[in-house]
C-alpha cells in the first residue's frame, strides 16, 4: 500500500510498450525491459540532480503514490512519442518508454491516444535475463495482463533502486557497489514467477503491495525484488 496519501490531482509516470503485431514480444521480456526503463529514468541525471530538468517534476510524484500507466502503440503511434521526454529499455524483441512523470489529466495528445487496458503479450517459455544484479518476482496467486504486470514490475524495480540508494548514501556494506555494478549493467532485471510454496517461504527485500484500485479486487502483495 501507498506509505503516504496522493496527492488531491494525481500524478502518474506513463510507460508505453512497443507492440509489432506480426511479431509480438513476450509477456516476460516486455515486464523485464518495463522495470529497467523505470529506474533508467529515475537515475538519469536529469532526474536526480536538483538543477536537472526532470528533477520538480519526479520529485512531486514521487511525494504521491507512485502510479504507473501502461500504454500500447505500434508504428507510427511508438514514433510519435519519442519525441516526448522520457528514456527506453529492451530486453529480448521487447521494448518499452518510460515517460517523465506528470498529471494524469491533461496528458500529451500522442499519449492520450494509446490504448490502456487490455495490454496482453503473448506467454512463450523464455529464460529471464541472465546474470543480473536484481530480480523481481511476481506474485503465483494472481493472474495479471501484462500491462497491470508491468506496471507491478516497475514499482518493484523502482522501490530496488530507491532502497538501494538509501543505503549507499548511509555507507550500508556493499550498497554502493551492488547499485554501480546494476548501473553499468544498464539497469537490467530478471523477472520470475516462483511457485507458491516458494512465494511463502521466501522474504525479500522490497514487497510491493498493490492499492486494489485496477484488475485487483483488493489490496494483495503482487511482486517482490531482491539483489
Not at 501502461?70 to 518508454?97: F, H, I, M, T, Y
Not at 546474470?131 to 524495480?157: C, F, R, W
Amino acid at each position: 500500500m501507498p506509505e503516504h496519501t496522493d496527492h488531491p490531482e494525481p500524478w502518474a509516470m506513463q510507460l508505453v510498450v512497443r507492440r509489432n503485431k506480426q511479431d509480438p514480444a513476450n509477456h516476460l521480456a516486455v515486464l523485464e525491459a518495463a522495470g529497467s526503463a523505470v529506474v533508467k529514468l529515475l537515475a538519469d541525471q536529469r532526474a536526480v540532480s536538483p538543477e536537472g530538468q526532470w528533477y520538480a517534476q519526479v520529485q512531486h510524484w514521487r511525494a504521491g503514490w507512485i502510479r504507473k500507466v501502461v500504454r500500447r502503440a505500434e508504428n507510427k503511434r511508438w514514433d510519435d512519442v519519442q519525441v516526448l521526454p522520457g528514456v527506453n529499455a529492451v530486453s529480448g524483441a521487447a521494448e518499452v518508454r518510460a515517460f517523465v512523470p506528470g498529471p494524469l489529466t491533461p496528458l500529451p495528445l500522442s499519449l492520450k491516444k494509446l490504448q490502456v487496458g487490455g495490454t496482453q503479450f503473448p506467454r512463450l517459455h523464455q529464460i529471464p535475463q541472465q546474470n543480473v544484479i536484481v530480480t523481481v518476482e511476481l506474485t503465483p496467486y494472481l493472474d495479471l495482463s501484462t500491462g497491470k504486470a508491468a506496471a507491478q514490475v516497475g514499482h518493484a524495480a523502482q522501490l530496488a533502486f530507491e532502497r538501494l540508494t538509501s543505503q549507499a548514501d548511509q555507507c550500508e556494506p556493499g550498497a554502493a557497489a551492488t547499485l554501480g555494478l546494476w548501473c553499468r549493467d544498464d539497469f537490467r532485471i530478471a523477472v520470475l514467477t516462483p511457485l507458491v510454496d516458494d512465494w511463502n517461504r521466501q522474504q525479500r527485500a522490497v514487497s510491493v503491495v498493490d492499492a486494489g484500485l485496477t484488475e485487483i479486487a483488493q489490496a494483495a502483495e503482487t511482486a517482490r525484488a531482491y539483489w
